[in-house]
């Protein structure tokens, strides 16, 4: 941890921001799933870690097809 992020937290705390309860279950991960009418999935993407998200143009590139 650098001496600039100390600098950041304390910032943000003076700010009023602060870590909140825990909400759900902490294992859960996102996803996205793209189905088309017949039932065929035409995108999946499971995360793997905690702040992945699926690649938006691919995303966009499914639903309007």
């Known amino acids: 941890m650098s001496i600039g992020s100390v600098f950041k937290?304390?910032?943000?705390?003076?700010q009023g921001h602060?870590?909140?309860?825990?909400?759900?279950?902490?294992?859960q991960l996102g996803g996205a799933?793209?189905?088309?009418?017949?039932?065929?999935?035409?995108?999946y993407f499971s995360g793997s870690k905690a702040g992945d998200h699926p690649d938006v143009e691919q995303l966009l590139k499914a639903v309007e097809e």
Do not use: E, F, P
């Open 9 to 14: 937290a304390a910032a943000a705390l003076k």
């Open 18 to 27: 602060r870590q909140g309860s825990i909400q759900g279950s902490t294992l």
């Open 33 to 43: 799933v793209v189905i088309d009418d017949s039932g065929a999935v035409r995108y």
